[in-house]
């Protein structure tokens, strides 16, 4: 049985642009990234699951959600204040599978969605 897939995609830098002044972040709409709405439509259409995280505090989530909607950015889940650290992913290999059931893709900081492939 194939199941759907999750995806966890951060938003500062990878959806939306990154600015480097934070405060700059909640004074005025972000820009989305070129690709972005095309690649959550697409994503959604193969019944994935679309989870948002964030470093952003959850004091910010109002705004957060308020700036993701007014771009039209949809998703299933919202994590927040995750911190600026590294993120690791650590994830159980299924027992008659050989094949890994989790990876990672790091992009470059506002290059966006649009060329990742075959998920």
């Given at each position: 049985?194939?199941?759907a897939?999750?995806?966890?995609?951060?938003?500062?830098?990878t959806?939306?642009?990154?600015?480097e002044?934070?405060s700059?972040?909640?004074?005025?709409?972000?820009?989305?990234?070129?690709?972005?709405?095309e690649?959550?439509?697409?994503?959604?259409?193969?019944?994935?699951?679309?989870?948002?995280?964030?470093?952003?505090?959850?004091?910010?989530?109002?705004?957060?959600?308020?700036?993701?909607?007014e771009?039209?950015?949809?998703?299933?889940?919202?994590?927040?204040?995750?911190?600026?650290?590294?993120?690791?992913?650590?994830?159980?290999?299924?027992?008659?599978?050989?094949?890994?059931?989790?990876?990672?893709?790091?992009?470059?900081?506002?290059?966006?969605?649009?060329?990742?492939?075959?998920?």
């Amino acid at each position: 049985m194939n199941r759907a897939k999750t995806i966890f995609l951060d938003i500062d830098g990878t959806l939306i642009e990154h600015c480097e002044n934070i405060s700059q972040q909640f004074l005025s709409t972000p820009k989305l990234l070129d690709g972005t709405l095309e690649k959550l439509s697409e994503w959604d259409r193969k019944g994935y699951n679309i989870i948002l995280t964030t470093g952003r505090r959850e004091g910010v989530r109002d705004i957060t959600v308020k700036q993701l909607a007014e771009l039209g950015i949809f998703y299933d889940q919202l994590i927040m204040g995750l911190g600026g650290g590294v993120r690791v992913l650590v994830n159980d290999r299924k027992k008659d599978k050989t094949h890994d059931t989790a990876i990672s893709i790091n992009l470059n900081r506002n290059e966006g969605i649009k060329s990742i492939e075959n998920l």
